[in-house]
T-cell receptor, first 113, second 116 residues
């Protein structure tokens, strides 16, 4: 199973760019990297997903180096409402045709005024 | 985007009773649904994987006789916590996969279970 490691917490200020890096040294060939955002007492919300290089959508960018052993979620110009826990999920662990999503500890981002 | 609902959003019950939580994918047929539990300040812990029409696959340490999972249709999975005890109090979250063109999970809003 692909295990992920993220910083436990990060602090930022409104308007700044925030980069959260996730390490996944044993990522498998078929694994995708997916990032989720979670607010207290809510289910996680999908942010972005990628396999390699760079992916960008309307809320974030995801940078994945060639060896795919890490990935960086980039949030441009954060606001107070971006205060949340961010999870990097490497989807893998094929077992009986299914895969086993294993969430790491996540990164608690606090955005200050 | 894809919508996954859970019902109820919160429930309080007495110790020894059973509680059923429903998870529905509202706008796509979910080939696979997952059930997680989350304790305060902790990450999501996968409990089981559920495929429509087949038995759920439980993660190590999760009692299948206590946490009954039924995936009767492509849009509905249920989790029943049998003979609930205070230590079962937690936040239970489901997710669904299978939306065409997507291989990410779509999560429900979660159900807060409090066992007195």
């Amino acid at each position: 199973l692909a295990k992920t490691t993220q910083p436990i917490s990060m602090d930022s200020y409104e308007g700044q760019e925030v980069n959260i890096t996730c390490s996944h040294n044993n990522i498998a060939t078929n694994d995708y990297i997916t990032w989720y955002q979670q607010f207290p007492s809510q289910g996680p919300r999908f942010i972005i997903q990628g396999y390699k290089t760079k992916v960008t959508n309307e809320v974030a960018s995801l940078f994945i180096p060639a060896d795919r052993k890490s990935s960086t979620l980039s949030l441009p110009r954060v606001s107070l409402s971006d205060t949340a826990v961010y999870y990097c999920l490497v989807v893998g662990g094929i077992r009986g045709g299914s895969y086993i999503p294993t969430f790491g500890r996540g990164t608690s981002l606090i955005v200050h005024p | 985007g894809a919508v996954v609902s859970q019902h109820p959003s919160w429930v309080i019950c007495k110790s020894g009773t059973s509680v059923k939580i429903e998870c529905r994918s509202l706008d796509f047929q979910a080939t696979t649904m997952f059930w997680y539990r989350q304790f305060p300040k902790q990450s999501l812990m996968l409990m089981a994987t559920s495929n429509e029409g087949s038995k759920a696959t439980y993660e190590q340490g999760v009692e299948k006789d206590k946490f009954l999972i039924n995936h009767a249709s492509l849009t509905l999975s249920t989790l029943t916590v049998t003979s609930a005890h205070p230590e079962d109090s937690s936040f239970y979250i489901c997710s669904a996969m299978g939306r065409p063109g997507h291989n990410e999970q779509f999560f429900g809003p979660g159900t807060r279970l409090t066992v007195l």
